[in-house]
């Protein structure tokens, strides 16, 4: 059992944190650690995710059975969703598939409602032959809903009303729900999100490892990395030997310092949606009662054109965590040109991979001598496995972190803010009052 293929080095918190530092927390990470792995912890109800990496197993036969069958039978999936129920699915594939050709079986709808994106889509899923997976755990979020009536009602002048609903597989709640309900009354096949998981831990559930099994990924790799990954923490709640409570120990420790926004920098493009997957776990998780570490991602080096600047030498409130990968899959050698008329041979015969590293190890040392203090995960490789730890891991480390703070870091409330206000403005009933408070702050009264 090990955290093995991935590692945390804080090195470069020095300036801000000593072991002393980490050590002061020990006894609140270990009341924190205890408190979760014995289920008291706020937020007990929802702690289906720690023992998900087992209680996945009976399923995964038939995830994979059904993702055969839409590999065999569908130019793609699309599935819907947002927030928590979609993004692991979207930073998975996009992690693990050809970094430009990407991987276009599974579309991704429901997640905004940007008008002319939506027309564009429906226009082009109608030529293709599709199945869909719509995926919402509470069934009612506006964004998938209405994506999904829309997607419904396109396709419905294509198939028949049958073959229609053979094509539509739902994965919802286990039993309440309007999309529960309608998959109970349309006959759809469907898998269960179970009580105790909220949507940004639900990535080792089927809402995840369904897109990701169609995609034509290893799910049973990506479940046994975090198993290992799951075992390691559960076993240790020494901060030092611990890297999930190490991270979180770190984050609190920089956040006492005034360190209220951490930047998750990558230096690979297929490690994007790792990072929004990363950003909505942290940010819907921890903050909370005007507390919060606000998480925010740049990749790298392309956003040290942008960012960079700022992060160097604006507002000293950053910390930063890098995400880097041991080791490429593809070796690129720049070649050597006698003529050196670009004066670039003094990279020549380097990887690319090489001179990418090269600008990793400079850029944490410029932001530490900047003082913007800095951490690095480093996953050893680029697989399903090490994706399954690092899923695991930030999972781990927000629920402890959220504890520390002493916030609930399994609920959501603040979603529902505009929720409230758009169901009010689109004349929904139950909303009357609330609508006519928007009138008069909207005519300035
Ligand atoms: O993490 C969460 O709980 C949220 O981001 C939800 O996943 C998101 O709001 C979508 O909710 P639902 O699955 O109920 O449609």
Not at 132 to 153: D, M
Not at 172 to 187: F, K, Y
């Amino acid at each position: 059992m090990s955290q093995s293929a991935l590692s945390l080095d804080i090195a470069l918190l020095k300036k801000y944190i000593v072991d002393a530092d980490l050590e002061a927390q020990q006894t609140r990470v270990t009341t924190a650690h205890s408190r979760l792995m014995n289920k008291t912890c706020m937020g007990h109800d929802f702690l289906g995710w720690i023992h998900l990496p087992w209680r996945i197993e009976s399923e995964l036969d038939r995830i994979q059975n059904i993702a055969a069958e839409i590999q065999d039978n569908a130019d793609h999936l699309i599935i819907i969703g947002i927030g928590g129920s979609y993004l692991g699915a979207r930073a998975a594939i996009e992690f693990l598939a050809d970094p430009f050709l990407r991987n276009d079986k599974v579309l991704y709808f429901g997640h905004h409602l940007g008008s002319d994106y939506t027309a564009s889509f429906l226009d082009y899923v109608m030529q293709k032959n599709v199945y869909i997976n719509v995926i919402s755990k509470s069934g009612t979020t506006t964004e998938p809903a209405v994506s999904f009536r829309l997607l419904r009602h396109m396709l419905s002048g294509k198939y028949s009303q049958d073959e229609l609903a053979r094509r539509i597989i739902t994965t919802t709640d286990v039993s309440s729900g309007i999309l529960r309900e309608m998959t109970n009354s349309a006959n759809y096949r469907s898998f269960a999100i179970q009580d105790d998981i909220g949507g940004r831990f639900s990535v080792l559930s089927p809402v995840g490892l369904l897109p990701i099994a169609v995609a034509g990924f290893d799910i049973e790799a990506i479940v046994a990395g975090a198993r290992d990954m799951a075992q390691a923490c559960a076993n240790e709640s020494g901060i030092l030997e611990n890297d999930a409570l190490k991270y979180a120990a770190a984050r609190y420790a920089l956040y006492q310092k005034g360190k209220c926004v951490e930047v998750f920098s990558t230096f690979e493009p297929g490690a994007y949606f790792i990072a929004e997957w990363w950003k909505q776990l942290f940010g819907e998780s921890e903050g909370k009662e005007h507390k919060g570490i606000f998480p925010t991602s740049a990749t790298l080096t392309t956003d040290l054109h942008s960012l960079g600047q700022f992060m160097q030498e604006g507002s000293r409130i950053l910390f930063e965590t890098f995400l880097t990968i041991g080791k490429s899959r593809f070796d690129i050698v720049i070649p050597t040109i006698n003529s050196d008329a670009d004066k670039l041979n003094f990279v020549a015969g380097q990887t690319v991979e090489f001179v990418n590293q090269q600008a990793y190890v400079g850029t944490k040392y410029a932001h530490f001598d900047g003082d913007l203090p800095n951490m690095t995960v480093e996953l050893s490789e680029r697989n399903e496995y090490a994706l399954g730890q690092l899923f695991y891991f930030f999972e781990f480390a927000v629920a402890i972190s959220g504890l520390l703070l002493g916030i609930n870091p399994f609920n959501q409330p603040g979603v529902e803010a505009y929720k409230q206000n758009m169901f009010a403005l689109l004349g929904k009933d139950g909303y009357e009052e609330r609508k006519s408070v928007l009138d008069k702050q909207i005519n300035g009264e």
